[in-house]
Protein backbone atom coordinates (compact mmCIF):
# COMPACT_ATOMS: atom_id res chain seq x y z
CA UNK A 1 0.00 0.00 0.00
CA UNK A 2 2.87 2.45 0.89
CA UNK A 3 4.50 1.51 -2.50
CA UNK A 4 1.15 2.14 -4.42
CA UNK A 5 1.01 5.48 -2.62
CA UNK A 6 4.44 6.43 -3.12
CA UNK A 7 4.30 5.67 -7.03
CA UNK A 8 1.35 7.28 -7.60
CA UNK A 9 2.30 10.39 -6.00
CA UNK A 10 5.53 10.30 -8.21
CA UNK A 11 3.50 9.85 -11.24
CA UNK A 12 0.73 12.63 -10.55
CA UNK A 13 2.34 15.15 -9.77
CA UNK A 14 4.87 15.02 -12.51
CA UNK A 15 1.26 15.82 -14.03
CA UNK A 16 0.42 18.38 -12.31
CA UNK A 17 3.57 20.48 -12.11
CA UNK A 18 3.76 19.97 -15.73
CA UNK A 19 0.68 22.10 -16.75
CA UNK A 20 0.30 25.35 -17.16
CA UNK A 21 -2.42 26.79 -14.88
CA UNK A 22 -1.25 30.08 -15.87
CA UNK A 23 -1.10 32.32 -18.62
CA UNK A 24 1.57 33.78 -20.25
CA UNK A 25 3.79 35.72 -16.73
CA UNK A 26 3.36 39.41 -17.32
CA UNK A 27 4.05 40.50 -13.70
CA UNK A 28 5.96 40.21 -10.47
CA UNK A 29 2.73 39.36 -9.13
CA UNK A 30 2.02 36.35 -11.33
CA UNK A 31 5.22 34.84 -10.43
CA UNK A 32 4.14 34.92 -6.88
CA UNK A 33 0.69 33.47 -7.47
CA UNK A 34 2.07 31.10 -9.50
CA UNK A 35 4.57 29.64 -7.25
CA UNK A 36 2.01 29.75 -4.55
CA UNK A 37 -0.24 27.56 -6.64
CA UNK A 38 2.59 25.18 -7.51
CA UNK A 39 3.22 25.18 -3.50
CA UNK A 40 -0.21 23.87 -2.90
CA UNK A 41 -0.16 21.36 -5.63
CA UNK A 42 2.73 19.58 -3.92
CA UNK A 43 1.34 19.90 -0.27
CA UNK A 44 -2.00 18.46 -1.58
CA UNK A 45 -1.16 15.80 -4.13
CA UNK A 46 0.04 13.07 -1.60
CA UNK A 47 -2.31 13.38 0.98
CA UNK A 48 -5.19 13.02 -2.09
CA UNK A 49 -3.18 10.05 -3.16
CA UNK A 50 -2.55 8.80 0.00
CA UNK A 51 -6.14 8.89 1.36
CA UNK A 52 -7.73 7.66 -1.65
CA UNK A 53 -5.17 4.52 -1.65
CA UNK A 54 -6.27 3.73 2.06
CA UNK A 55 -9.91 4.13 0.75
CA UNK A 56 -9.28 1.36 -2.28
CA UNK A 57 -7.36 -0.66 0.02
CA UNK A 58 -9.92 -0.78 2.81
CA UNK A 59 -12.56 -1.67 0.13
CA UNK A 60 -10.72 -4.47 -0.83
CA UNK A 61 -8.96 -5.83 2.16
CA UNK A 62 -12.27 -5.72 4.06
CA UNK A 63 -15.05 -6.15 2.09
CA UNK A 64 -18.47 -8.21 2.89
CA UNK A 65 -17.93 -11.99 1.68
CA UNK A 66 -20.64 -14.33 0.55
CA UNK A 67 -22.24 -15.34 3.70
CA UNK A 68 -21.12 -12.37 5.90
CA UNK A 69 -24.47 -10.52 5.26
CA UNK A 70 -25.42 -10.55 8.96
CA UNK A 71 -22.27 -10.67 10.80
CA UNK A 72 -21.64 -7.33 12.87
CA UNK A 73 -17.86 -5.93 12.17
CA UNK A 74 -15.38 -6.14 14.35
CA UNK A 75 -15.27 -4.12 17.63
CA UNK A 76 -12.10 -1.76 17.71
CA UNK A 77 -11.55 0.98 20.30
CA UNK A 78 -9.08 3.01 18.07
CA UNK A 79 -5.75 4.52 18.77
CA UNK A 80 -5.61 7.56 20.05
CA UNK A 81 -1.70 8.38 18.75
CA UNK A 82 -3.09 7.97 15.35
CA UNK A 83 -5.57 9.96 15.95
CA UNK A 84 -3.56 12.83 17.56
CA UNK A 85 -0.90 12.51 14.72
CA UNK A 86 -3.59 12.88 11.73
CA UNK A 87 -5.24 16.12 13.51
CA UNK A 88 -1.53 18.19 14.34
CA UNK A 89 0.14 16.80 11.09
CA UNK A 90 -2.58 18.20 8.65
CA UNK A 91 -3.10 21.36 11.48
CA UNK A 92 0.33 22.44 11.09
CA UNK A 93 0.21 21.77 7.42
CA UNK A 94 -2.97 23.74 6.83
CA UNK A 95 -0.98 26.70 9.57
CA UNK A 96 2.27 26.51 7.28
CA UNK A 97 0.12 26.81 3.73
CA UNK A 98 -2.18 29.78 5.20
CA UNK A 99 0.85 31.83 6.27
CA UNK A 100 2.63 31.26 3.47
CA UNK A 101 -0.20 32.74 1.29
CA UNK A 102 -0.40 35.24 3.68
CA UNK A 103 3.09 36.73 2.71
CA UNK A 104 2.30 36.25 -1.07
CA UNK A 105 -0.78 38.39 -0.48
CA UNK A 106 1.11 41.10 1.44
CA UNK A 107 3.80 40.71 -1.31
CA UNK A 108 1.67 41.16 -4.20
CA UNK A 109 -0.03 44.08 -2.67
CA UNK A 110 2.40 46.05 -0.91
CA UNK A 111 3.58 49.98 -1.63
CA UNK A 112 6.30 50.21 -4.09
CA UNK A 113 8.34 53.83 -4.62
CA UNK A 114 7.72 55.74 -7.32
CA UNK A 115 4.57 53.90 -8.74
CA UNK A 116 2.56 55.41 -11.54
CA UNK A 117 -1.30 56.06 -10.88
CA UNK A 118 -3.23 54.93 -13.25
CA UNK A 119 -7.11 55.69 -13.19
CA UNK A 120 -9.28 53.27 -14.58
CA UNK A 121 -12.90 54.16 -15.06
CA UNK A 122 -15.47 51.46 -16.25
CA UNK A 123 -19.05 51.86 -17.81
CA UNK A 124 -21.41 49.22 -19.77
CA UNK A 125 -19.46 48.38 -21.75
CA UNK A 126 -16.10 49.83 -21.97
CA UNK A 127 -12.89 50.33 -20.00
CA UNK A 128 -11.10 54.03 -20.14
CA UNK A 129 -7.73 54.90 -18.62
CA UNK A 130 -6.32 57.72 -17.40
CA UNK A 131 -2.82 58.64 -16.93
CA UNK A 132 -2.83 61.94 -14.39
CA UNK A 133 -0.04 64.43 -13.92
CA UNK A 134 2.38 62.58 -16.68
CA UNK A 135 4.79 65.10 -17.88
CA UNK A 136 2.57 67.87 -16.82
CA UNK A 137 -0.13 66.77 -18.74
CA UNK A 138 -3.55 64.26 -18.27
CA UNK A 139 -3.21 61.94 -20.70
CA UNK A 140 -6.90 59.60 -21.37
CA UNK A 141 -6.49 55.98 -23.76
CA UNK A 142 -9.11 53.19 -24.62
CA UNK A 143 -6.01 50.90 -24.69
CA UNK A 144 -3.70 50.59 -21.12
CA UNK A 145 -0.16 51.05 -21.59
CA UNK A 146 2.38 50.29 -19.37
CA UNK A 147 6.43 50.45 -18.97
CA UNK A 148 7.65 46.94 -18.14
CA UNK A 149 9.35 47.15 -14.51
CA UNK A 150 7.66 50.32 -13.32
CA UNK A 151 5.14 50.12 -10.30
CA UNK A 152 1.49 50.52 -11.50
CA UNK A 153 -1.23 51.78 -8.68
CA UNK A 154 -4.66 51.43 -10.53
CA UNK A 155 -7.45 53.93 -9.15
CA UNK A 156 -11.19 51.78 -10.05
CA UNK A 157 -14.22 52.71 -10.23
CA UNK A 158 -17.50 52.62 -11.93
CA UNK A 159 -20.26 54.91 -13.63
CA UNK A 160 -22.86 52.80 -13.49
CA UNK A 161 -23.25 49.05 -12.39
CA UNK A 162 -20.66 46.61 -10.71
CA UNK A 163 -17.82 45.73 -12.81
CA UNK A 164 -14.28 44.06 -12.77
CA UNK A 165 -11.16 44.49 -13.89
CA UNK A 166 -8.93 41.92 -14.80
CA UNK A 167 -6.06 40.85 -16.84
CA UNK A 168 -5.56 37.54 -16.56
CA UNK A 169 -1.54 37.87 -17.01
CA UNK A 170 -1.24 40.05 -14.32
CA UNK A 171 -3.27 37.56 -12.17
CA UNK A 172 -4.92 40.78 -10.65
CA UNK A 173 -8.51 41.90 -10.16
CA UNK A 174 -10.81 43.63 -8.45
CA UNK A 175 -14.32 45.30 -8.47
CA UNK A 176 -15.72 48.77 -9.65
CA UNK A 177 -18.05 49.44 -7.35
CA UNK A 178 -20.42 52.72 -8.15
CA UNK A 179 -19.57 55.10 -5.56
CA UNK A 180 -15.90 54.31 -4.20
CA UNK A 181 -12.85 54.09 -5.85
CA UNK A 182 -10.52 50.74 -5.13
CA UNK A 183 -6.76 50.40 -5.71
CA UNK A 184 -5.04 47.17 -7.54
CA UNK A 185 -1.42 47.25 -7.82
CA UNK A 186 0.59 45.69 -10.15
CA UNK A 187 4.26 45.53 -11.66
CA UNK A 188 4.55 44.73 -15.06
CA UNK A 189 7.80 42.78 -16.21
CA UNK A 190 6.86 41.74 -19.64
CA UNK A 191 6.69 43.45 -22.90
CA UNK A 192 3.94 42.39 -24.64
CA UNK A 193 0.12 42.84 -25.71
CA UNK A 194 -2.58 41.13 -23.43
CA UNK A 195 -6.31 41.53 -22.57
CA UNK A 196 -8.08 43.01 -20.12
CA UNK A 197 -11.84 42.07 -19.18
CA UNK A 198 -14.36 42.69 -16.96
CA UNK A 199 -15.17 39.44 -15.06
CA UNK A 200 -18.74 40.59 -13.41
CA UNK A 201 -22.01 40.03 -15.38
CA UNK A 202 -22.73 43.79 -15.80
CA UNK A 203 -25.36 43.86 -18.64
CA UNK A 204 -26.13 42.40 -22.22
CA UNK A 205 -22.99 43.78 -23.65
CA UNK A 206 -20.50 42.03 -20.92
CA UNK A 207 -19.01 39.88 -23.20
CA UNK A 208 -17.40 42.80 -24.93
CA UNK A 209 -16.12 44.20 -22.15
CA UNK A 210 -12.59 44.31 -23.05
CA UNK A 211 -9.36 46.12 -23.99
CA UNK A 212 -6.00 45.26 -24.80
CA UNK A 213 -2.98 46.31 -22.95
CA UNK A 214 0.34 47.30 -23.98
CA UNK A 215 3.65 46.53 -21.97
CA UNK A 216 6.43 48.41 -23.67
CA UNK A 217 9.84 49.89 -22.77
CA UNK A 218 10.04 52.77 -20.42
CA UNK A 219 11.81 54.73 -23.29
CA UNK A 220 8.90 53.54 -25.88
CA UNK A 221 6.08 54.48 -23.28
CA UNK A 222 7.30 57.76 -22.78
CA UNK A 223 7.55 58.27 -26.26
CA UNK A 224 4.25 57.48 -26.64
CA UNK A 225 2.74 59.61 -23.85
CA UNK A 226 4.42 62.47 -25.21
CA UNK A 227 2.59 62.21 -28.37
CA UNK A 228 -0.75 62.31 -26.13
CA UNK A 229 -2.95 65.43 -26.36
CA UNK A 230 -3.83 67.01 -22.56
CA UNK A 231 -6.90 66.09 -21.31
CA UNK A 232 -7.81 64.94 -24.22
CA UNK A 233 -11.69 63.79 -24.88
CA UNK A 234 -12.91 60.41 -23.00
CA UNK A 235 -12.60 57.34 -25.47
CA UNK A 236 -15.73 56.16 -23.95
CA UNK A 237 -18.27 58.96 -24.46
CA UNK A 238 -19.16 62.00 -21.70
CA UNK A 239 -19.92 60.72 -18.70
CA UNK A 240 -23.34 60.47 -17.50
CA UNK A 241 -25.25 63.81 -17.10
CA UNK A 242 -24.14 65.38 -14.23
CA UNK A 243 -21.19 62.98 -13.76
CA UNK A 244 -17.38 64.97 -13.43
CA UNK A 245 -14.64 62.77 -15.38
CA UNK A 246 -12.24 64.33 -13.27
CA UNK A 247 -13.88 63.44 -9.90
CA UNK A 248 -14.79 60.32 -8.78
CA UNK A 249 -17.62 61.01 -6.66
CA UNK A 250 -19.58 62.22 -9.44
CA UNK A 251 -21.60 65.11 -10.45
CA UNK A 252 -19.39 68.53 -10.84
CA UNK A 253 -20.41 71.20 -7.99
CA UNK A 254 -23.61 73.70 -9.17
CA UNK A 255 -25.29 76.53 -7.75
CA UNK A 256 -28.17 75.08 -9.00
CA UNK A 257 -29.41 71.76 -8.52
CA UNK A 258 -30.68 70.10 -11.08
CA UNK A 259 -33.03 66.21 -11.15
CA UNK A 260 -31.13 65.46 -13.93
CA UNK A 261 -27.99 65.65 -11.63
CA UNK A 262 -29.91 64.18 -9.26
CA UNK A 263 -30.43 61.08 -10.72
CA UNK A 264 -26.54 60.92 -12.40
CA UNK A 265 -25.79 60.72 -8.19
CA UNK A 266 -28.49 58.02 -7.58
CA UNK A 267 -27.54 55.88 -10.65
CA UNK A 268 -23.29 55.86 -10.22
CA UNK A 269 -21.73 58.42 -7.11
CA UNK A 270 -24.10 56.91 -4.28
CA UNK A 271 -25.24 54.14 -5.51
CA UNK A 272 -28.65 53.83 -4.33
CA UNK A 273 -29.98 51.88 -7.42
CA UNK A 274 -27.95 48.77 -6.61
CA UNK A 275 -29.99 48.34 -2.94
CA UNK A 276 -33.45 50.26 -4.00
CA UNK A 277 -36.62 50.04 -6.36
CA UNK A 278 -37.38 53.35 -8.19
CA UNK A 279 -39.20 53.45 -11.80
CA UNK A 280 -38.04 57.31 -12.44
CA UNK A 281 -34.32 55.82 -12.32
CA UNK A 282 -35.14 52.47 -13.80
CA UNK A 283 -33.72 51.05 -10.63
CA UNK A 284 -34.86 47.81 -9.40
CA UNK A 285 -32.71 46.66 -6.06
CA UNK A 286 -34.37 44.60 -3.45
CA UNK A 287 -31.72 45.02 -0.88
CA UNK A 288 -33.55 48.37 0.53
CA UNK A 289 -36.94 49.55 1.06
CA UNK A 290 -39.19 50.57 -2.44
CA UNK A 291 -38.56 53.77 -2.73
CA UNK A 292 -41.48 54.33 -4.98
CA UNK A 293 -43.72 53.36 -1.99
CA UNK A 294 -41.95 54.84 0.78
CA UNK A 295 -41.90 58.31 -1.03
CA UNK A 296 -45.31 58.07 -0.90
CA UNK A 297 -46.01 56.81 1.88
CA UNK A 298 -43.94 58.28 4.12
CA UNK A 299 -42.34 61.90 2.83
CA UNK A 300 -45.35 62.69 0.48
CA UNK A 301 -47.42 62.48 3.76
CA UNK A 302 -49.24 65.65 4.66
CA UNK A 303 -46.47 67.93 6.66
CA UNK A 304 -48.40 67.16 10.19
CA UNK A 305 -48.12 63.71 9.44
CA UNK A 306 -44.24 63.19 8.47
CA UNK A 307 -41.75 61.18 10.66
CA UNK A 308 -38.69 62.71 9.20
CA UNK A 309 -39.48 66.38 8.39
CA UNK A 310 -41.92 69.35 7.71
CA UNK A 311 -40.79 69.56 4.35
CA UNK A 312 -40.65 67.09 1.71
CA UNK A 313 -37.36 68.28 0.71
CA UNK A 314 -36.43 68.35 4.35
CA UNK A 315 -37.68 64.72 4.81
CA UNK A 316 -35.80 63.22 2.05
CA UNK A 317 -32.51 65.24 2.89
CA UNK A 318 -33.00 63.36 6.71
CA UNK A 319 -33.47 60.16 4.95
CA UNK A 320 -30.40 60.35 3.17
CA UNK A 321 -28.00 61.27 5.67
CA UNK A 322 -29.48 60.19 9.35
CA UNK A 323 -30.63 56.90 7.31
CA UNK A 324 -31.45 54.96 10.91
CA UNK A 325 -32.81 58.34 12.58
CA UNK A 326 -36.34 56.24 11.62
CA UNK A 327 -35.95 52.56 10.00
CA UNK A 328 -38.77 51.54 8.32
CA UNK A 329 -40.76 48.34 9.39
CA UNK A 330 -38.64 44.92 8.28
CA UNK A 331 -35.19 46.39 7.74
CA UNK A 332 -32.46 47.19 10.38
CA UNK A 333 -29.28 49.31 10.71
CA UNK A 334 -26.02 48.71 9.09
CA UNK A 335 -28.25 47.93 5.81
CA UNK A 336 -27.71 51.55 4.16
CA UNK A 337 -24.22 53.42 4.70
CA UNK A 338 -24.83 55.89 7.42
CA UNK A 339 -22.04 58.14 6.06
CA UNK A 340 -23.16 59.47 2.62
CA UNK A 341 -23.31 63.52 4.44
CA UNK A 342 -19.42 63.07 4.39
CA UNK A 343 -19.21 60.62 1.38
CA UNK A 344 -21.13 62.76 -0.46
CA UNK A 345 -20.47 67.04 -1.42
CA UNK A 346 -23.32 69.63 -0.67
CA UNK A 347 -24.27 69.75 -4.09
CA UNK A 348 -24.43 66.23 -4.49
CA UNK A 349 -27.07 65.84 -2.14
CA UNK A 350 -28.91 68.82 -2.89
CA UNK A 351 -28.75 66.98 -6.28
CA UNK A 352 -30.23 63.95 -4.87
CA UNK A 353 -32.64 65.71 -2.62
CA UNK A 354 -34.49 67.34 -5.96
CA UNK A 355 -34.31 64.10 -8.10
CA UNK A 356 -35.96 62.13 -5.36
CA UNK A 357 -38.58 65.09 -4.65
CA UNK A 358 -39.71 64.92 -7.89
CA UNK A 359 -40.13 61.10 -8.06
CA UNK A 360 -42.43 62.09 -4.71
CA UNK A 361 -44.96 64.36 -6.90
Not at 331 to 349: C, E, N, V, Y
Request: glycine share 6%; proline share 8%.
Amino acid sequence: MILAAAVGTAILLAIVLSINWFPTHASTQINRTSTLYDVLLIASVPIFVIVETVVVFCVWRFRMRPGEELKDGPPIHGNTRLEVVWTVIPALLMFGLAGYAYTVLRANEANKSGAMTVQVTTRQFAFEFTYPHQDGKTVISPILYLPKGKPVVFKIRSYDVVHSFFVPNFAEKIDAVPGITTTLRVTPNRIGTYPAECTELCGPGHSFMRAAVQVMTPSAFQAWLSRQPNNGPPPIGAPPSGVSAASSKGPAKTSKPTAAAGKAVFTSAAGCSTCHTLAAAGATGTIGPNLDQRLRSDCAKPASKRIRGPTLEQCIHAAITRPYAYIPSGFHAGIMPADFAKRLTSAQIAALVKFLSSAAK
